[in-house]
């Protein structure tokens, strides 16, 4: 069976405003690796186990050109562009197609769906994991995800639930049973999350998934059937040059706008979770690196060559260059961040909120800071 990745990278990255924009979103950022933007990052960490010709990514049509330009050894023809802004489902779907139209039967192709914005620890781990979760969905025709067990009650995040509790002893010995998913649970209110946190019952969603193209098509066909029938179309589309083209995203502009998770994965009676036994974080607003970066003494973690006095658990990102001194003082827990086209200061509490100040911008008629 022939292994393919698709790795999903078309969001645009809000809560990182203002280094991250439409035309340079987070992915394309260097937010966890000094010498690689996270995109890179992800390709290259999978790539030992799935071939880099064997790697798609799913973007939007004003990323499409910069990541085929800017990737090596990246066929043109792998950089997905997105005819429209859908959520997952569609996303995955147009994956599906592309591949179906490209190397042929869908029982003989197997899927890792993997994300540009993650921070992974212990590659080898987790590629061993994700081996282990193709092989598994190859032979039981199952929709296979990858949960983490809580370190904190995070309501950021969605859970999964299992029947019966992860043990510290399995997640480190390396070899955690693969369980039934019992039910997906949104993100939660604050209490609800300290009580996932403490069942050893729930695991954060990673948002990955892994199945053979037919095993997803065929719980296409069970729980959102028209996306399934337009899949179809979009195998056929391809390949008809302009006029496929066309007709492709003429298909795509009228597809629901819903998730895997909810379109999909909720609904179906062969789900399994495989826990992760390698360091995981979602890298999702400003405050994730103070969890995914080195700090100084003070706690603080800088990018760029901010002065720092007197300051204490502060995220400073410093993006102005060699002209412009970004400064400082006094401040604790508060996320500075500076650009040539925007500045940023916020309470590190509230660091999911930074994506309100792009919908201002945006209601304000200045898309262009956006």
């Known amino acids: 069976m022939r292994r393919f990745a698709v790795i999903m990278a078309g969001g645009s990255g809000e809560r990182f405003w203002p280094a991250s924009r439409r035309a340079r979103p987070k992915q394309l950022l260097r937010l966890t690796d000094p010498d690689r933007s996270m995109l890179e990052e992800a390709i290259d960490r999978i790539e030992p186990l799935i071939a880099r ?13 910069p990541i085929s330009q800017g990737i090596r050894g990246l066929p043109p023809e792998n950089v997905i562009g997105e005819p429209a802004k859908r959520n997952t489902a569609a996303c995955l ?3 599906a197609a ?8 869908p029982a003989d192709l197997s899927m890792a769906v993997l994300t540009a914005d993650h921070q992974i620890g212990n590659p080898d781990e987790f590629r061993s994991t994700v081996a282990t979760a193709l092989d598994f969905a190859a032979r039981r025709d199952a929709l296979v995800t990858i949960g983490v067990r809580p370190t904190r009650a995070d309501t950021g995040y969605g859970y999964i639930e299992v029947a019966q509790p992860v043990t510290e002893t399995e997640l480190r010995g390396g070899r955690p049973t693969i369980r039934p998913v019992v039910h997906f649970r ?3 209110d604050p209490p609800t999350a300290e009580e996932y946190a403490s069942s050893g019952r729930h695991l954060w969603n990673a948002g990955m998934f892994f ?4 095993t997803f098509l065929d719980g296409l066909a069970r729980s959102m059937p028209d996306l399934r029938a337009a899949t179809d179309e979009i195998v056929s589309a391809l390949g008809a040059g302009e006029r496929g083209a066309s007709r492709v995203a003429e298909i795509f502009a009228g597809l629901q706008n819903l998730s895997v998770d909810y379109g999909l994965m909720e609904h179906a009676d062969n789900v399994y979770v495989i ?3 390698f360091p995981w974080d979602d890298v999702g607003a400003w405050d994730s690196l103070t969890r995914t970066r080195e700090s100084d003494p003070d706690g603080n973690v800088t990018s760029g060559e901010p002065l720092l006095i007197d300051t204490k658990g502060c995220v400073v990102y410093d993006e102005t260059g060699a002209d412009t ?11 500075v961040a500076t650009t040539e086209g925007g500045i940023l200061v916020c309470r590190k509490d509230r660091a999911q909120e930074v994506k309100k100040v792009v919908a201002e911008l945006q209601r304000r008629g200045r898309e262009r800071l956006t």
């Open 325 to 335: 001194a970004v400064a400082v003082v006094g401040l604790e827990d508060v996320i």
């Open 53 to 65: 010709e064997n790697v798609l990514i799913a973007t939007n049509k004003l990323l499409q050109e």
């Open 93 to 95: 779907a147009l994956a």
């Open 275 to 277: 826990p992760a036994t």
């Open 186 to 188: 949104e993100k939660p």
């Open 98 to 105: 592309h591949l179906e139209h490209r190397f042929g039967d």
């Open 211 to 214: 199945w053979r193209v037919s």
